[in-house]
């Protein structure tokens, strides 16, 4: 399973989420957060979210960032992170 943090759809039109206009969502400019390492163990910087068993949180130096399977990601996502 890949998990793909979640950027949501701010600034992107309908079309560009529903992907009407292709490869026009590459040219809509985003900045992607950079993962914080608060610990040494994965698990004190990535905690579960809800109840889903597939959905995590990671801290991020403006507060925190969604992880879910990239399937159910519509909009804008991403798959690689810098983490400090």
Same mark, same amino acid.
């Given at each position: 399973m890949v998990l793909a943090g979640d %950027? +949501?759809?701010e600034g992107l039109t309908d079309a560009l989420v529903n992907n009407q206009? +292709?490869?026009a969502v590459a040219k809509v400019p985003m900045s992607v957060p950079e993962l914080r390492a608060s610990g040494?163990? %994965?698990e004190d910087?990535? #905690?579960p979210e809800g109840s889903s068993p597939v959905a995590f949180r990671a801290a991020t130096a403006s507060g925190s960032v969604t992880l879910k399977p990239l399937n159910q990601l519509w909009g804008r996502f991403? #798959?690689?992170w810098t983490v400090s």
């Open positions: %950027l +949501g759809n206009q +292709g490869p040494k163990k %994965l910087w990535i #905690t991403a #798959t690689y």
